[in-house]
């Protein structure tokens, strides 16, 4: 009995320590979030992470458990749970290494929803070298062999003398301990129960994130994969329904008329990653801000490519850890301004340099209604390897030209998505020596050169070119905390533009199907989550963006930031703040309860 007992204590204090050596890791690696870190931070995350950590390596010895308890009926090998521990260390290995990897790109901890990129692993591994792969397979390995080392103790036996009552009450004893495990995982016998929130203990993201177990966060998050359909209950209904009554007017009264045609030819860029952080280094778009329509207090809905190009075609909210994209069950009712403007009449053609399949982005664009796709298999081979995602920007733009060029007897609506100013920024031009400013002068420059392109064709004077970003990003001391994060240009430019403008108003990427909708005289009731900016009830300006579990607001004054695994407001005036994320909350409360009643 003591033997068996020294031997699971053992087993449960090796895991943790494993536990605390990989947070340190991931600390030590990851340094570059915040470059001072004392031994005082170090401690407090240690502290602060050891509760999920004691949780979850009490999942680890459940089998090693209901192991000791048969050897004491049988006389099993001392290397029987060899092949439990290798399991467990290849995936201990995994989860440590992705997290230390890829907190450099995501800031946030891993969870399940980095397993919708394996789906399409050519594009989910286009931001890396092969040396940063092979690196990463190296270190899996070398980590799996040393957590084996330490975990995989030999098996207690038990002597063949052994009274059989002296079995039946070691092994009742054990049997005894698995409610105390139980409740151990649950964290106690409160309502609340373990969760990745309780470890938060600072205002500094990366000191929280730090004492997350990935281990747990991973597991946690499989029951809010990405295409997870969410339930966000904040609050009663009513109060939900009262907070966000006329803040979503869904039709347009006397808006103010910007264009000179009402069915001009519509092309629709989403720029790949394109914030206004990189102004300095986009001349070219600076100067046609000055010659359309500018909304110069436009914000992102969201943090990533597959979220930002739903909220711009069907103004609809993005989710903190779900992906409408990935939930063809519900994107096929969601509005859009290609599904509206195809009932009006418009062709309409979508163009991506890169694999049009990743993320399901092939369903939600075909479903929503653009009636082609032009995509990476419509290149050459040569052209497919200009890039690690695809067709440069250069390529594509010139493939736009030509389609605009060509003569049509119906008005036509056109979407295209950017990838070059994306990791790995791999650009054929080198204006700058830093790697992300030359990616977005590579943009810069392809953008100025299709204006000036289509300036001297007859296109031009009914074209309509709306150019926004898909999402912002991180960007030297820029994090998602900061209001520039998610400060995005919108830009109308053509000769179907009335004249010159700068509108002031703050708004969202979502608003962009009700106001341009309301400018063409179309309804746009159908987009609950759209505002027309331009329409005279559009009174109370603000604008929404969530990341990985979080949700960030702004309007003409403040700026908030929540995390809503802690509940904490870890950006903005606490209580200005308050008000404006209730209004959030309020959003993705509605939007989510809309949209599983979608059937």
Known sequence: MKTRLIYLTKIYALTVLVFITAKMVFMLFNREAMPVLTVADVWQVLAHGLPLDLSTALYVIIVPLLAVILSVWVRLPEKALHPYWAIIAIAFAMAFVADTSLYGFWHFKLDASCLQYLETPTEAMASVSTGYLLW?????????CCIFAVLARKLPCTPSDVPILSKAMQTTSFLLTLPFIVIGIRGGLGESTTNIGQVYFSQNQFLNHSAVNPVFSFLASFEKTASYVPDYQFMPADECEAMLHDLYPTRSEQPDTLLACQRPDIVIVLMESCGEIFAPYMPRLQEMKQQGIYFSQCYANSWRTDRGTVCTWSGYPSFPTSSLMKMPAKTRFLPSIAKTLQAQGYQTTYLYGGDINFTNMRSYLMSTGFERLHWMKDYTEAEQ?????????????????QMLMQPSDKPRLI??????????????????EDEV????YYLDTCIGRFVDTMQKTPQWKNLLLVLLPDHGIDFRDVTIDDQRHNHIPMLWLGGAVKAPRRMEQVCNQTDLPAT??????????????????????????????????????????????????????????QEKGRDLINIGKAVLQKASATLREMK
């Not at 400013?437 to 977005?440: G, I, K, P, Q």
């Open 385 to 401: 390897h200009t890039a690690k995602w695809g067709i440069r920007d250069d390529i594509t733009f010139q493939t736009l030209a």
């Open 415 to 432: 979407g295209f998505s950017t990838l070059s100013s994306h990791e790995p920024w791999d650009v054929p031009i080198h204006k700058y």
């Open 136 to 144: 990463r397979l190296l270190a899996i390995v070398l980590t799996a």
């Open 516 to 573: 341009l909708l309301g400018q063409l005289g179309l309804p746009h009731d159908d987009f609950l989550f759209s505002r027309d900016v331009l329409s005279r009830n559009y009174t109370r300006p603000f604008a929404v963006n969530t990341f990985n579990n979080g949700i960030c607001m702004a309007d003409s004054a403040t700026f908030s930031v929540i995390d809503l695994n802690s509940g904490k407001l870890i950006a903005g005036d």
């Open 437 to 440: 400013e030359n990616a977005f």
